[in-house]
């Protein structure tokens, strides 16, 4: 299993800048993809980003795609999420969490997820 704890979320205004983390500990996760999803009241949750741990591979939802940056420091376990040109519709609360599979966008491909963190944008 892999625990995993956000941080960074807070409130920000449209068009400002925001970098949010993911803190991972537990078993070996060199081989897993860590994602990003997001989840705002009375929606499902969505795919926003994901990185293999041991490669540069990546994948983005097309509403982020390039706005948001997805980044690892293996050094420190954390996988980041910059969010750049952020809108009022990228209000959410943010989670990460952990596959097994090849940088899957499904929720259901994810077995530990973090606890997440709220980001607003205010118009």
């Known amino acids: 299993q892999v625990q995993l704890v956000e941080s960074g979320g807070g409130l920000v205004e449209a068009g400002d800048s925001l970098r949010i983390s993911c803190a991972a500990s537990?078993?070996?996760?060199?081989?897993?993809?860590i994602g990003w999803f997001r989840q705002a009241p009375g929606k499902e949750r969505e795919f926003v980003a994901a990185?293999?741990?041991?490669?540069?591979?990546?994948q983005y939802a097309d509403s982020v795609k390039g706005r948001f940056t997805i980044s690892r420091d293996n050094a420190k376990n954390t996988v980041y999420l910059q969010m750049n040109s952020l809108k009022p519709g990228d209000t959410a609360v943010y989670y990460c969490?952990?596959?097994?599979?090849?940088?899957?966008?499904?929720?259901?491909?994810?077995?530990?997820w973090g606890p997440g963190t709220q980001v607003t944008v205010s118009s």
């Open positions: 990185t293999r741990w041991s490669s540069r591979n990546t």
């Open positions: 537990g078993r070996s996760f060199t081989t897993y993809t």
């Open positions: 969490a952990a596959s097994r599979e090849f940088l899957s966008t499904t929720p259901d491909a994810y077995d530990d």
